[in-house]
């Protein structure tokens, strides 16, 4: 079966791909599972010589492949929502368009990591949203950098007693940026940001792991917990990200753990916006202070 069959029909007609694709063997679905955001990114811009690629010329020696039907394979095929409008292919038409074709990158200033983290405060247990991005203090120097939180207790009176307004701007610490221990990998997002507890454990420290700017209240109030040993951090229970390098987009991205051949990271929603919606975005759904 060529693999533009198999691009295309993952995405367009899923019960006759359930039937023929996915009784493949583990190693098939293996192959075919978007395993991170790296391999995500590289099947978006269509890279050459990936694994992927090359697993796919070895069992479909007769594959033919399209950056078109690599996208569709993207998408998370059991999400209905894909059906029944022309945002999918409208989007995938646009991001290929032969006269200025679009691809996402990691070192992008406009894409989000949105963490579910459960955390324990005043020995009860919450959860709390940890929003991080991508940030580059020096040429050569990338790291993962908090920008934003949000938790109904970080709003609570009992919190709030803490002075904090509408707007603050908090700098890192006095450590240069190049020399510190205390910054979120570059690479956090490969261990599914499993070092985050260490914004929790260098209380003195936790300056340090901010994205450079403006903060909102929330986030101000965290950092006041975690200076005075209030808060403590349990783990990580969900990962999304959401890109908006896009031109007209924003593309949000989940993991999806299942034995078929369409797993991994995909695409689980794709709204068609204005600039202005996606300040609006930034401000509501991850509480970005802009």
């Known amino acids: 079966m060529q693999f533009r069959l198999i691009c295309i029909l993952v995405f367009m007609m899923p019960a006759v791909c359930n039937a023929q694709l996915d009784d493949k063997d583990f190693k098939t679905n293996f192959a075919f599972s978007v395993h991170s ?3 995500f990114f590289d099947r978006f811009n269509f890279k050459t010589n990936t694994i992927f690629e090359k697993y796919v010329r070895r069992q479909f020696p007769e594959a033919v492949f399209t950056r078109e ?5 993207l998408f998370n095929k059991k999400n209905q929502f894909f059906y029944q409008n022309n945002n999918a292919k409208e989007f995938v038409q646009q991001v290929t368009d032969t006269a200025k074709q ?3 990158n990691y070192s992008d200033k406009f894409w989000y990591a949105e963490i579910k983290c459960k955390v324990t405060y ?3 247990p919450y959860t709390i949203i940890m929003v991080l991005k991508v940030e580059q ?9 908090v920008v934003s939180a949000k938790g109904e207790f970080l709003k609570s009176t009992t919190v709030a007693a803490h002075p904090a307004t509408s707007k603050v701007s908090v700098s890192k610490g006095n450590t240069n940026s190049a020399t510190t221990k205390y910054f979120l990998s570059p690479v956090s997002h490969g261990i599914d940001f499993t070092n985050l507890e260490n914004f929790f454990i260098n209380r003195s420290h936790a300056h340090d792991y901010l994205y450079n700017g403006v903060v909102s209240p929330e986030l101000k109030q965290l950092i006041f917990l975690i200076e005075n040993n209030r808060i403590k951090f349990h783990q990580v229970s969900s990962i999304k990200y959401h890109l ?3 031109n007209g987009w924003i593309i949000s991205v989940s993991y999806f753990n299942r034995s078929t051949l369409n797993s991994g990271w995909l695409i689980n929603n794709l709204m068609k916006v204005t600039s202005d919606e996606k300040r609006l975005f930034l401000r509501k759904q991850l509480n970005v202070v802009l």
């Open 244 to 246: 908006l390098q896009v």
């Open 102 to 104: 679009q691809f996402i």
């Open 122 to 124: 005043m020995a009860k």
């Open 37 to 39: 955001m790296d391999d």
């Open 137 to 145: 203090p020096e040429p050569d120097m990338f790291l993962w950098a």
């Open 69 to 73: 039907g690599l996208l569709y394979n």
